[in-house]
């Protein structure tokens, strides 16, 4: 927690996730709140109680700019750290700048679960709810999602095992949660059914002789990493 508060900036009230490329640059990337657990906990076991407000502030930051009105999310928002406004808004993992990556929109569907967790500001469970039901909406029949989920066609597109299994750990997590019963019983349901298709032939690698837990995730499709065990 230590090391990650030391990428937090108070203008821009977020970490830092990317260096570079130049000095203007100041890129967040939807994956870290995932890495908010980390202050929180920090913060929570003895160590510095400004860990927390940098949790909370950079899930703010990341609400107000990664995530669009209908709940789908940007990847990498880019500020400018003398002012602390955004210079850039991008996708680069997704199929284009204004899509939605779905393993980035797992991350946010997890990340402001644990934030709503550990704060209890129901701001966060609004945006948990939001990104999960974008993500659970645009599920495929078998539930496990393909790489982005605004392709212009899906056909030949590699799903994301790990997109998946994130959410669906999100899910379980958000449906503990939910103060709404209804809406509990449906992110309980929707996690089921994510895990009864990952833990299927299809998906989970055992007897493949991969050396993933699961088959079919796509780490980088732009870059050329799909078909592959992933470690997250």
């Known amino acids: 927690a230590a090391s990650l508060a030391t990428r937090y900036d108070p203008l821009v009230r977020a970490t830092r996730s990317w260096d570079g490329p130049t000095s203007s640059d ?5 994956d870290n709140m995932m890495n908010l657990e980390i202050l929180f906990l920090g913060a929570r076991g003895g160590g510095s109680p400004s860990w927390y407000d940098m949790a909370v502030n950079h899930a703010l930051t990341t609400r107000a700019n990664h995530v669009r009105a209908d709940g789908s999310t940007y990847q990498i928002v880019n500020f400018d750290p003398a002012t602390g406004n ?10 284009d700048a204004e899509s939605t ?5 797992a991350w946010g569907l997890h990340g402001f679960t644990i934030a709503y967790r550990e704060s209890g500001d129901v701001r966060f469970l609004d945006t948990a709810r939001a990104t999960a039901e974008y993500f659970v909406a645009h599920l495929p029949a078998d539930s496990v999602p393909y790489w982005d989920f605004e392709l212009p066609s899906t056909s030949g597109q590699p799903r994301d095992s790990s997109a998946a299994a994130i959410a669906a750990a999100g899910l379980l997590e958000l449906a503990r949660l939910e103060p709404d019963t209804v809406r509990a019983d449906h992110w309980f349901a929707a996690a089921r059914a994510i895990l009864s ?3 299927s032939p ?18 980088n499709l732009p870059d050329g990493g799909f078909d592959e065990g992933l470690i997250y």
């Not at 100041?26 to 939807?30: L, N, Q, S």
């Not at 990556?101 to 929109?105: C, I, L, T, Y």
């Not at 991969?210 to 088959?215: E, G, M, R, T, V």
């Open 26 to 30: 100041f890129r967040v990337i939807i």
């Open 86 to 95: 955004v210079s850039s808004k991008d996708t680069l993992q997704g199929f």
């Open 101 to 105: 990556w779905s393993r980035g929109q």
């Open 197 to 199: 298709a990952l833990t």
């Open 202 to 219: 299809t998906y989970l690698a055992e007897g493949s002789g991969a050396a993933s837990i699961l088959l079919h995730g796509t780490r």
